[in-house]
């Protein structure tokens, strides 16, 4: 629920009021200190903060709050003049004036969402540029409703008048509008300086308003710069609020600040004005373009981080990968040794049991010795040992091998093992392709229990697209996407080894990859899949071999 969306529930809708009611009441209650404390006799008052809670209100509100909004400041607008004595054409006419502000500026920055977030120099500059255009149409309309209301206002009002909206919104727009937890970081780590550093402003805008000369500003500016290194733009806000309200106690109590003799009550209080939009317009850029080029600091230093560990993982696989990919053959040579002595076994007994025990263990072997095939295959590819080696040649006597060297499976499940070849040539790397093929037809096979698997092929856009077709148990939709991952059996729960580890696929897809030839699969559940590789026509049949 937000504060002030649109309301779901009846309790939502008692709550929305509250909070209207509340915008209304605070609105009220600041604009009657202002009016009250900074006018000085006269018809401006030189610090207006009312127009900033209500923006901040606005850039949160969703659209549809909006008139309610506006209606319930209005009336907040309206009281805090009459209990200060305004006449009502002089009230309307500044609250034409205040809510042409306010609806300005709170379109513009919720158009300009990482403006009040201080996320950068572009940011900080588009809020500075918004809050200035903003107080300037203010002043304008002002002097227009101003003087049709029969009270006209000064040109040295009207340039208070800005100077006070301004100040306004640049000082209390973002402390209304709340910073991100991260922006007070900085406060947070170190309190009691922060503290310190307040009280050492208090006690220079002291100096200030109890002495004449320029000594106690001049060192307000540098310790706003340093306040802006330390403590960011938190910092640099709330500094800027604490000399606000410091030298607005001292008003009260009728002391000017920086009184010089020779300028007016109004004077003094527009230069002090100038001073403090000085501090803001310089301490506030400089703030947010240093928590800016601090935080693209973390961000390079994680991206090496990042990268270091990246690189590391990637030569640590790539030893792995070399290292088993060069020891295939010791890895290899046991197994064949075992199946050697097996077949030596197996022809000198005479004993049918012990016979069949032999075959049962050499077809264990044989299902070893697969699956070290798949892990090797995967390791030298991922090592980058195995590269293509292209050339033309026609495919008819590689699509006939492939079906001599499978039928044997095939007919020990019943299948039926057909091929549909064309006379065609392709130029690519004829051991990775054939082994492309025979991983699909290995996969068909085991998946099909009964009918028929198809090998073949046809021409399209310059392309052979060779097919391996089975009617097979089929593919869900939604598994279609998995069947080419690592160790993916869509039909082996139990994890039986004698199926294999579910790589088939995925060095298909890797060799396929590899060649730069595309890959696909169709399927539907209960009538079968077909898997496809389009490889590239040669471009002279005659130079196929």
Same mark, same amino acid.
């Given at each position: 629920?937000?504060?002030?969306?649109?309301?779901?529930?009846?309790?939502?809708?008692?709550?929305?009021?509250?909070?209207?009611?509340?915008?209304?009441?605070?609105?009220?209650?600041?604009?009657?200190?202002?009016?009250?404390?900074?006018?000085?006799?006269?018809?401006?008052?030189?610090?207006?903060?009312?127009?900033?809670?209500?923006?901040?209100?606005?850039?949160?509100?969703?659209? @549809?709050?909006?008139? /309610? +909004?506006?209606?319930?400041?209005? !009336?907040?607008?309206? =009281?805090?003049?009459?209990? #200060?004595?305004? *006449?009502?054409?002089?009230?309307?006419?500044?609250?034409?004036?205040?809510?042409?502000?306010?609806?300005?500026?709170?379109?513009?920055?919720?158009?300009?969402?990482?403006?009040?977030?201080?996320?950068?120099?572009?940011?900080?500059?588009?809020?500075?540029?918004?809050?200035?255009?903003?107080?300037?149409?203010?002043?304008?309309?002002?002097?227009?409703?101003?003087?049709?209301?029969?009270?006209?206002?000064?040109?040295?009002?009207?340039?208070?008048?800005?100077?006070?909206?301004?100040?306004?919104?640049?000082?209390?727009?973002?402390?209304?509008?709340?910073?991100?937890?991260?922006?007070?970081?900085?406060?947070?780590?170190?309190?009691?300086?922060?503290?310190?550093?307040?009280?050492?402003?208090?006690?220079? @805008?002291?100096?200030? /308003? +109890?002495?004449?000369?320029?000594? !106690?500003?001049?060192? =307000?500016?540098?310790?706003? #710069?340093?306040? *802006?290194?330390?403590?960011?733009?938190?910092?640099?806000?709330?500094?800027?609020?604490?000399?606000?309200?410091?030298?607005?106690?001292?008003?009260?109590?009728?002391?000017?600040?920086?009184?010089?003799?020779?300028?007016?009550?109004?004077?003094?209080?527009?230069?002090?004005?100038?001073?403090?939009?000085?501090?803001?317009?310089?301490?506030?850029?400089?703030?947010?373009?240093?928590?800016?080029?601090?935080?693209?600091?973390?961000?390079?230093?994680?991206?090496?981080?990042?990268?270091?560990?990246?690189?590391?993982?990637?030569?640590?696989?790539?030893?792995?990968?070399?290292?088993?990919?060069?020891?295939?053959?010791?890895?290899?040579?046991?197994?064949?040794?075992?199946?050697?002595?097996?077949?030596?076994?197996?022809?000198?007994?005479?004993?049918?049991?012990?016979?069949?025990?032999?075959?049962?263990?050499?077809?264990?072997?044989?299902?070893?010795?697969?699956?070290?095939?798949?892990?090797?295959?995967?390791?030298?590819?991922?090592?980058?040992?195995?590269?293509?080696?292209?050339?033309?040649?026609?495919?008819?006597?590689?699509?006939?091998?492939?079906?001599?060297?499978?039928?044997?499976?095939?007919?020990?499940?019943?299948?039926?093992?057909?091929?549909?070849?064309?006379?065609?040539?392709?130029?690519?790397?004829?051991?990775?392709?054939?082994?492309?093929?025979?991983?699909?037809?290995?996969?068909?096979?085991?998946?099909?229990?009964?009918?028929?698997?198809?090998?073949?092929?046809?021409?399209?856009?310059?392309?052979?697209?060779?097919?391996?077709?089975?009617?097979?148990?089929?593919?869900?939709?939604?598994?279609?996407?998995?069947?080419?991952?690592?160790?993916?059996?869509?039909?082996?729960?139990?994890?039986?080894?004698?199926?294999?580890?579910?790589?088939?696929?995925?060095?298909?897809?890797?060799?396929?990859?590899?060649?730069?030839?595309?890959?696909?699969?169709?399927?539907?559940?209960?009538?079968?899949?077909?898997?496809?590789?389009?490889?590239?026509?040669?471009?002279?049949?005659?130079?196929?071999?």
């Amino acid at each position: 629920m937000v504060w002030f969306g649109a309301p779901d529930t009846a309790k939502d809708a008692q709550l929305s009021l509250v909070r209207l009611v509340g915008v209304g009441a605070a609105y009220c209650a600041v604009a009657y200190l202002c009016l009250s404390l900074t006018r000085f006799g006269a018809s401006v008052e030189s610090i207006w903060a009312p127009n900033a809670l209500l923006s901040a209100a606005l850039i949160v509100a969703t659209r @549809a709050r909006w008139p /309610a +909004l506006l209606l319930s400041a209005a !009336a907040g607008h309206v =009281l805090a003049h009459v209990l #200060v004595g305004d *006449a009502l054409p002089i009230t309307f006419a500044f609250l034409v004036s205040d809510f042409a502000e306010i609806a300005l500026c709170a379109t513009l920055l919720r158009a300009r969402p990482d403006a009040l977030t201080f996320q950068g120099r572009i940011g900080v500059s588009y809020f500075i540029v918004i809050c200035v255009g903003s107080a300037v149409a203010s002043t304008a309309v002002a002097a227009l409703t101003t003087s049709i209301a029969g009270a006209p206002l000064g040109a040295f009002d009207l340039l208070v008048w800005f100077a006070g909206d301004t100040l306004g919104l640049l000082v209390f727009l973002p402390l209304f509008y709340g910073f991100a937890a991260r922006q007070w970081r900085r406060v947070r780590a170190k309190p009691w300086l922060f503290a310190a550093a307040l009280v050492l402003i208090v006690a220079l @805008a002291s100096i200030d /308003a +109890l002495t004449y000369g320029p000594l !106690a500003r001049l060192i =307000l500016m540098p310790l706003m #710069v340093i306040i *802006a290194f330390e403590f960011g733009v938190v910092g640099v806000e709330i500094s800027i609020g604490t000399l606000l309200l410091a030298w607005t106690a001292f008003m009260l109590a009728g002391i000017l600040p920086g009184d010089w003799p020779e300028f007016g009550t109004r004077t003094t209080l527009l230069l002090a004005q100038a001073f403090i939009a000085a501090i803001a317009l310089t301490s506030m850029p400089l703030a947010v373009m240093l928590e800016e080029r601090e935080r693209n600091s973390l961000k390079l230093a994680q991206a090496a981080k990042e990268e270091a560990a990246k690189i590391e993982a990637e030569k640590a696989n790539a030893f792995k990968s070399r290292l088993i990919a060069m020891a295939s053959h010791d890895l290899r040579q046991p197994l064949q040794a075992a199946h050697a002595y097996l077949d030596v076994l197996e022809a000198r007994l005479t004993d049918a049991h012990l016979r069949g025990v032999c075959v049962n263990a050499g077809q264990a072997l044989d299902t070893m010795n697969n699956i070290l095939d798949s892990l090797l295959d995967v390791t030298r590819l991922d090592a980058g040992i195995i590269a293509p080696r292209p050339r033309s040649f026609a495919i008819g006597e590689m699509l006939q091998r492939l079906i001599a060297s499978n039928a044997p499976h095939a007919e020990a499940k019943g299948l039926e093992l057909a091929l549909q070849a064309l006379p065609v040539s392709v130029y690519s790397d004829a051991n990775l392709v054939e082994r492309v093929l025979a991983n699909f037809l290995s996969n068909a096979i085991r998946y099909t229990p009964a009918g028929k698997v198809t090998l073949w092929c046809e021409e399209r856009n310059g392309h052979a697209v060779i097919h391996v077709t089975d009617t097979g148990i089929g593919i869900p939709p939604e598994a279609l996407c998995a069947v080419f991952d690592d160790y993916v059996q869509l039909n082996n729960p139990e994890r039986e080894r004698d199926k294999g580890l579910g790589l088939g696929l995925t060095i298909a897809k890797r060799m396929a990859a590899l060649l730069g030839h595309p890959i696909a699969v169709q399927s539907k559940i209960g009538e079968g899949s077909t898997f496809s590789i389009t490889v590239p026509l040669a471009e002279s049949p005659k130079d196929a071999r």
